[in-house]
């Protein structure tokens, strides 16, 4: 163990700050779950994507700068401590990305990781069906074989991004005749080919930040199929597993949060509850515990190790302190916590990451499912 | 930058582990507690063979010369086995403070041999463990830390835990060998290292009882209340331990940020153990609530060690003026200030 940055880690976060200084929009945007706002969070893509920042961990014949994960780690914490905008385009280079590079073939790789990295596709999941939530393996969209295409029918629903997005990734049974995990294969769509509507679904904040997908006989090439025919399941686990395990929620997005919410306390000192000043704390020392953790994880895994079900601790975790982070922010704001803009004008940011924060502990398996997953894979307890 | 433990510090724990699981079994924890002085010679001879006393001995004294990070894993392995012995405060606590302090190669050469034992007694807690049987006692005055020969008896008072053995305190004096605040902040990263390991035997308790005791035909472990309850515990013991490791870094390096980062270590530790604690006596039923299961000797250490060697509002109160006060740099990029 040694918890000291290297001078090459050291020039490499230098490196990272003055660069998102000079290129970090002074004015936040607009929310990507609006359409304007999500075109300009498209924009920062590419902005990000000309300084060759678009994912630093991925080889640089597809874009990346081939860095390891503490020069990831160090990278999302500059990004956050400039404030830049969130990443339009997480579900491709966090969930789909890494899953292309450990399952995709090289034509694969040239033809979706690139165009990625170079914020040119902007992805969306498509994972739920109306009937197939916690119980994913229920699903029953169908991508049936025709010569060297799939036919795909059926929905899909709570796909992140896919009002405004370029491509969908998710699970179709391409044995008709097959149940549960078995059957399943794991492909990729154009969401503007023939065939398919998006509907877009209100979330509690107001905006349209995930959508209904329904599939009416779309084509899709064979080619656009991730590992074999049938072998989706378990390509989508370990799509799951970066999800829960590292990537999805870097650890200098809460600790930028309880930075904050320190900020505010102090603000609100003279006239807060007693028990605020200890959730305050709380706060702080949670996303130092991720932190560590995370930092922990990234280096096990460059030792040639790897994240289980490990996973589903951190999941439960990050997005139980998110909330509690953001409430605790709430109940700080006292009756200004309602209003959807607060002193000049500005977006009542808290209320919105709060708002955001009641998704984390169900989205990317819901926190009961990680709760079985620890019981059954980690203590052994029967089924 | 690098948070992983070394092939050789995983093998040494694993060894303390296996070697403890063999000899200080629960049978032998309801012995002691049968016994008049709940401790053993022949417990202590054993983990004096083992070489467990000198681990932060320097080499020149015969010892490993290992640091604070090593000590943290072998704290968790006592509180794993639930050892009572004072060699967590001999030679986990005391060995790296007279290291630390110099000229005190006797001391150090006869606390490897297994010979001496230092008792610790600090103005945070009202009592002094195992002072009866030390041949040393480590005390503090005026924000000092003395060191001074011991013998005679003491004023013995009463735990909850039947094998904790604490004193009175006694008058301060001694040779000047550090400041009251080392003392402290060593013996809390201890604590809260033995508090994950008594949480993971409570957590090892449980679910052996949830997967053999049978309700409505099945193992009550198959119910998602049982299920949900030990993951919950699970995720606050697993979240603590890099926090422990990484306030041993900081202590051992004497960063000045050091008695924060110890002091998040014993509230995340304390916390994990506590939770755990009723975890795993609602997950054992009436029988948890009885003396008959193991489960007691553990839950009651957990509450003692909680609240020893500052207890969370001591913490607290570290961390506020650190964090709210804003001596400590916070936000992305400073997960290592």
Redesign the interface.
């Known amino acids: ?6 001078p090459e ?1 050291q020039d490499f ?1 230098a490196e990272v700050r003055a660069w998102m200084e000079a290129n970090v929009p002074k004015e936040p945007l607009v929310t990507l779950e609006r359409e304007d706002g999500y075109h300009q969070h498209v924009e920062w893509e590419r902005k990000l994507a000309s300084g060759n920042w678009g994912m630093v961990t991925w080889p640089e014949a597809y874009g990346g700068r081939g860095l390891d994960l ?1 020069q990831w780690l ?1 990278f ?6 400039a404030g830049a905008p969130l990443r339009v385009n997480q579900n491709g280079i966090f969930l789909l990305g890494p899953t292309v590079m450990e399952f995709g073939t090289d034509e694969q790789k040239a033809r979706f990781l690139t165009p990625m990295a170079k914020g040119e596709v902007i992805w969306a999941q498509a994972w739920s069906e109306p009937n197939a939530g916690s119980d994913m393996a229920a699903i029953t969209s169908k991508a049936i074989r025709d010569g060297d295409h799939y036919v795909i029918t059926g929905q899909k629903t709570w796909s992140s991004r896919a009002s405004f997005a370029d491509w969908g990734f998710g699970l179709f049974r391409t044995d008709p005749e097959s149940k549960r995990h078995k059957g399943l294969s794991f492909i990729l769509f154009d969401l503007n080919a023939p065939g398919v509507t998006r509907r877009p679904i209100r979330q509690l904040h107001g905006d349209p930040g995930f959508a209904e997908l329904f599939f009416d006989e779309v084509r899709v090439p064979v080619e656009n199929r991730i590992a074999g025919e049938g072998e989706g399941w378990n390509v989508a686990m370990a799509t799951a597993g970066f999800e829960r395990g590292l990537m999805l929620r870097s ?2 997005r809460f ?2 949060a ?2 904050r919410l ?1 900020k505010l ?2 603000q609100h000192e003279a006239k807060t509850a007693p028990a605020a ?2 959730q ?2 709380q706060a ?3 996303a ?6 995370t ?2 994880v ?3 895994i460059m ?1 040639g190790g790897h994240i289980g079900a ?1 996973a589903s ?1 951190n999941k ?2 990050w997005s139980e302190l998110d909330r509690a982070a953001h409430r605790t922010a709430m109940q700080l704001l006292g009756a200004s916590a309602e209003l959807r803009h607060l002193d000049g004008g500005a977006l009542n940011m808290w209320l919105e990451g709060y708002i955001f924060s009641l998704s984390g502990p169900i989205y990317a398996g819901s926190n ?1 499912i ?3 997953i ?3 894979r ?6 | ?6 092939e050789d510090q995983a093998t040494l724990t694993q060894g303390v582990r296996d070697y403890l699981a063999g000899v200080h079994t629960p049978e032998l924890l309801r012995a002691l507690d049968a016994s008049d002085s709940r401790r053993s010679d022949a417990v202590w001879q054993g983990l004096t063979e083992m070489g467990l006393p000198g681990l932060l001995v320097p080499e020149a004294q015969d010892g490993l010369g290992l640091s604070l ?1 090593d000590a943290v894993l072998i704290a968790a392995e006592l509180g794993r086995a639930g050892v009572a012995e004072p060699l967590a405060d001999t030679a986990l606590v005391a060995a790296p403070l007279l290291a630390k302090a110099g000229g005190q190669d006797a001391l150090l050469a006869a606390i490897a041999a297994g010979k001496a034992k230092v008792a610790l007694q600090h103005p945070v807690n009202p009592w002094v463990a195992d002072l009866d049987g030390a041949s040393h006692i480590l005390s503090v005055k005026d924000e000092a830390l003395l060191l001074a020969d011991h013998g005679g008896t003491a004023e013995l008072l009463d735990s909850v835990d039947p094998l904790r053995r604490l004193y009175a305190p006694v008058a301060p004096t001694g040779t000047e060998v550090g400041s009251a605040d080392t003392l402290l902040d060593h013996a809390a990263l201890i604590a809260s290292a033995q508090l994950v390991g008594i949480a993971d035997a409570m ?1 090892e308790q449980a ?1 052996d009882y ?2 053999n005791r049978s309700q409505f035909g ?2 009550i ?2 119910f ?1 209340a ?3 309850h ?3 515990a ?2 606050k013991i ?3 331990k ?2 422990i ?2 306030a041993a ?2 202590l051992q390096k004497n960063a000045a940020s050091a008695s924060v980062h110890v002091s ?1 270590a014993k ?2 530790a304390a916390d994990a153990a506590w939770a755990m604690s009723e975890t795993a006596i609602q997950t054992h039923g009436a029988m948890g609530y009885t003396y008959e299961v193991d489960l007691h000797f553990w839950m009651k250490r957990a509450w003692a060690l909680s609240s020893a060697w500052g207890d969370r509002a001591f913490h ?1 109160a570290r ?2 003026a650190a ?2 006060g804003g001596a400590l740099p ?7 200030a």
């Open positions: 163990m040694d918890l000291v940055y290297t880690q976060r503490i160090i999302e914490e500059e990004y956050y401590r650890p200098a600790q930028a309880a930075e320190v306390f102090r000043r200890e305050v704390m702080w020392m949670d130092q515990a991720y932190a560590y953790n930092y922990a990234a280096s096990k030792a490990e601790l439960i975790f009961e990680q709760r079985n620890i019981a059954e980690l203590l052994g307890l029967p089924r | 930058m690098d948070f992983t433990i070394t990070l957590l679910t949830a997967k099945q193992p472990g198959s998602q049982i299920k949900h030990l993951a919950t699970v995720v697993e979240f603590a890099p926090v490791q990484r870094v900081a998040h509230i995340a607290l961390i506020d964090v709210i916070i936000g992305p990029g400073h997960s290592f």
